[in-house]
């Protein structure tokens, strides 16, 4: 569970320096009041948009996996502590 958090903060972090490079990048492009740059400064954030669609989904992806995986072990341990009432008895 921590690795798994782990490497969404790493993600995480990786995306909001892309999104600060890529508001740099526009700015230029619309400060340079070029198309091809304003187009090239696009097509950057497209592609940037791909990636971090990839990422997100990886994360989500993995956040549902380690919920998944506490509710089972939810019901293990509750199903233990039942055990062990019974026994009790």
Sequence with gaps: MHEMM???MELCQAMSESI???RRTVAQAHESNDPAK???ALGQVEAHFSAMDKNM?????????GQR???D????DHGE?????????
């Design 6 to 8: 782990s490497r969404c």
């Design 20 to 22: 600060g490079q890529l």
């Design 38 to 40: 304003m187009r090239a």
């Design 57 to 65: 989904a990886g994360c989500m992806n993995m956040m549902s996996q």
């Design 69 to 71: 995986g506490m509710m």
């Design 73 to 76: 072990q939810g019901k293990m």
């Design 81 to 89: 502590m039942r055990k062990g009432t019974e026994q009790d008895r």
